[in-house]
């Protein structure tokens, strides 16, 4: 459930943000099928990741890819840390210009 929670979330971010494009990363492969689906989930999350399938059409282009737990230690602690005080938002400032700029060499790259 925490899982198809974080990928709201960030759906919710890129959303206010005005990002056109998007890539949300995530180590549970369950969650990645089902937001990638255009099915009605009927299972416990399934409330979630309906909200996620209404919110797609936002974005001219959402990936819902996985990335294995070790190579996601970064957000995760960035998670953690929000959590333990109490932030609802942990990807502002550096981390998210960081994470920013990334993507953005990444998609130059492939585009050549």
């Known amino acids: 459930m925490a899982?198809?929670?974080a990928r709201l979330q960030a759906v919710?971010?890129?959303?206010s943000?005005?990002?056109?494009l998007v890539d949300i990363l995530g180590d549970s492969k369950t969650v990645i099928k089902k937001c990638n689906s255009i099915a009605t989930d009927k299972s416990v999350i399934g409330a979630i990741i309906r909200d996620i399938q209404r919110k797609k059409h936002f974005f001219?282009?959402?990936n819902?890819?996985?990335v294995q737990r070790s190579g996601?230690?970064?957000a995760h602690e960035l998670a953690v840390e929000a959590l333990r005080k109490g932030e609802e938002k942990y990807l502002e400032g550096v981390d998210f210009?960081?994470?920013?700029?990334k993507r953005e060499e990444r998609l130059s790259r492939n585009s050549d």
Request: glycine share 8%; hydrophobic share 40%.
């Open 97 to 101: 210009i960081c994470l920013q700029r």
């Open 12 to 15: 919710k971010l890129g959303i």
């Open 72 to 74: 996601n230690s970064y």
């Open 60 to 62: 001219q282009e959402i």
């Open 3 to 5: 899982e198809a929670h």
């Open 17 to 20: 943000m005005g990002f056109h």
């Open 64 to 66: 819902f890819q996985f």
